[in-house]
């Protein structure tokens, strides 16, 4: 495939796998890779010795794997780490979309290293990886009011209205995609942040 390396050479969803979580707040990093290949092509394959379902695209010139685990949630480090290690791709030019229940539902923000918040998934990902410095792209669903609700909050399908939100935050997230291939952080940053 043509195309320049970007900063980040593999973008990757968090979410589980199955009819039974598709439509889960917890599978909202599974949705923005949908919406990346909706928007520049491309298919996802069943890649066994990465652990989940592999795609390669171009996005604005810039040469970029696609990456949605099929480990189920707290193991996404195993299939992460797979196929970095594969193509020798560094932390560094990882990207991770996840769920985040520290923002509201609609919001969606940018993040470099730091903890993983409970986060099974980025928990996983920092073991396997040995490393926090990886970028994340947080999709806020909103947080349940006590922490003993959150698993079943992020296990069940948000509201009709929650539901809009959250598409557009992933469409807001994948508008900037070609700004973070790019290097250009900061704008992107500016763009979501604002």
């Known amino acids: 495939m043509a195309g320049q390396e970007g900063e980040f ?3 990757v969803g968090l979410g589980n ?3 039974k979580y598709e439509g889960t707040r917890h599978n909202a990093g599974f949705w923005f890779i949908e919406e990346l290949l909706r928007r520049h092509g491309g298919e996802l394959r069943a890649e ?3 652990y ?5 695209v ?4 810039y040469d970029c794997r696609l990456l949605e ?3 189920y949630m707290n193991r996404s480090g195993d299939a992460i780490a797979a196929l970095a290690n594969y193509f020798k791709i560094p932390p560094q030019a990882v990207l991770v979309a996840h769920d985040e229940i520290d923002l509201p539902p609609g919001s969606v923000r940018l993040k470099r290293g730091g903890g993983h918040g409970g986060h099974k998934g980025l928990r996983h990902t920092q073991a396997t990886l040995s490393t926090p410095d990886f970028a994340r792209i947080r999709i806020g669903v909103g947080h349940p ?3 003993d ?3 079943q909050h992020v296990l069940s399908a948000p509201s009709a209205v929650e539901r809009r939100q959250l598409e557009i935050a992933v469409e807001e997230a994948a508008d900037v995609v070609p700004w973070l291939l790019a290097g250009e952080w900061d704008r992107a940053c500016r763009q979501l942040h604002g």
């Not at 989940?52 to 390669?56: D, E, K, M, N, S």
């Not at 171009?58 to 010139?61: F, L, Q, R, V």
Request: hydrophobic fraction near 40%; avoid cysteine.
């Open 17 to 19: 796998p199955g009819a």
């Open 69 to 71: 685990p099929t480990t």
């Open 145 to 147: 009011g006590h922490r």
């Open 52 to 56: 989940g379902v592999v795609g390669r």
């Open 58 to 61: 171009d996005i604005a010139g």
């Open 9 to 11: 050479r593999l973008i």
């Open 48 to 50: 066994s010795r990465f």
């Open 149 to 151: 609700a959150v698993v």
